[in-house]
């Protein structure tokens, strides 16, 4: 599949000293940031473990110009993410902080609850067309909707995803966007794709895999100022709008 349309070709610069484009309300109760206005096209975004970072918005309001789509960041950790300071879990103490953060406020089954509630909240608000992604953790989480809200969404895309499970494959009911950098385990991600390449629509979904990039490299711990993670960024973006533009 083409990665290439206008909207592609158009999408902004990326600035390394950036200001957020979007607002923040309330959605389901929680902190929400959003930005686009198109409400008939809605994309709901789910951060990383270290929650808002101006890299992130940066993604999303671009990917909000280049599709002419609505995004909705919810705040699932409600002010509290995980700290950047306890990353990489490379102590034993580390580890633990991370372990029980993943148990405990990022738990994937409890928070997928959450997202129920907000697409159901979402959907109520003159939406046509609506779809799920998320970066790393998100990226999770936007797999497991795609087998569990599968009826009420378009499709979902995963970025540098963690936890990858190759069932989380088999339950998946609608098309998906995976991009993989070099740190996902590739026994599971070339497992998960195999899996997704067996759907009806399979030809839908687009895999790739940036082999030179870290995990994080289009969220929180992306490093815009650095030349090859701002154009493998770009590069991100603009496959997202092609899978989006072909899928909402």
Known sequence: MSFSNKACCSVLPVISNYIPKGFMTKISGLDAYVVGNNKRRTLICIYDIFGYWPQTKQCIDLLSSGLDAR???????????FLIENFPPDT?????ELSNFISGPA?????????????KDVKQDDVESLAVFGFCWGGKLSVLSGG?????????????PAMVDPKD??????????????????????????????????????????DTMHHGFMAARSD?????????????IKILISFFNNTL
Request: aromatic letters at 8%.
């Open 148 to 160: 569990h809200f599968g009826n009420e969404l378009k499709s979902v895309a995963m970025i540098h």
């Open 169 to 210: 494959a088999t339950n998946l009911k609608v098309p998906i966007c995976s991009l993989i950098s070099k740190d996902e385990p590739i026994n599971e991600c070339n497992e998960f794709e195999k899996i997704v390449k067996t759907k009806s629509f399979a030809e839908t979904c687009i895999f790739k895999t940036f």
């Open 107 to 119: 738990n994937p089954e409890k928070n997928l609850q959450v997202l129920g509630s907000i697409i």
């Open 92 to 96: 034993p103490e580390k580890k633990k």
């Open 224 to 236: 815009l100022t650095n030349s090859e993670n701002v154009m493998n960024f770009r590069e991100g």
């Open 71 to 81: 995004i909705i960041m919810p705040d699932f950790f409600k002010g509290n993410p």
